[in-house]
């Protein structure tokens, strides 16, 4: 049935389309090369836990979406946004995982894979070494089980 790569594969396909997101890889978070800074934003996704039922089969999906941080040299006058670009970062990277989650809802596929959860976006700052912020969420992704267990 290959549910859990066809899941990872269909959730990879939708953040590469959003043409602001430079890369997607898999992985753990200590796998983040911080120094490269051409790879941003950066979507990370990680395995989570996956549920069997009758019919369906569901796999959760934790997904980090980052970028680097820059600071300005020149101290700002504003007090609100301070010398860097932590709220234009965090205002990207939601967005990036809003038009995910609204194209996991809306849009159909092949796989029959839907969301079966309402994902929560929780704010990252200054995380992976201190040079990244974002978002991350949990995806839950319901796949219908199809497979004929006499076949086994």
């Not at 999906?61 to 300005?72: C, I, K």
């Amino acid at each position: 049935m290959n549910s859990l790569l066809t899941s990872l594969t269909y959730l990879k396909s939708l953040f590469e389309l959003d043409t602001r997101v430079t890369t997607v890889i898999e992985g753990e978070g200590e796998e983040i090369d911080t120094y490269k800074t051409n790879q941003y934003p950066l979507v990370n996704l990680s395995i989570g836990t996956s549920t069997v039922g009758i019919g369906e089969v569901k796999h959760q999906f934790v997904a980090h979406v980052l970028t680097q941080r820059s600071f300005s040299k020149v101290a700002s006058s504003d007090r609100f946004n301070k010398n860097d670009n932590k709220l234009t970062n965090l205002d990207l990277t939601s967005d990036i995982l809003i038009k995910a989650i609204t194209n996991l809802k809306l849009k159909n596929n092949t796989s029959d894979i839907e969301l079966s959860n309402e994902p929560t976006l929780e704010a990252i700052k200054f995380d992976f070494l201190n040079t990244l912020d974002g978002y991350s969420c949990t995806f839950e992704l319901s796949v219908t089980n199809n497979d004929d267990v006499c076949s086994y």
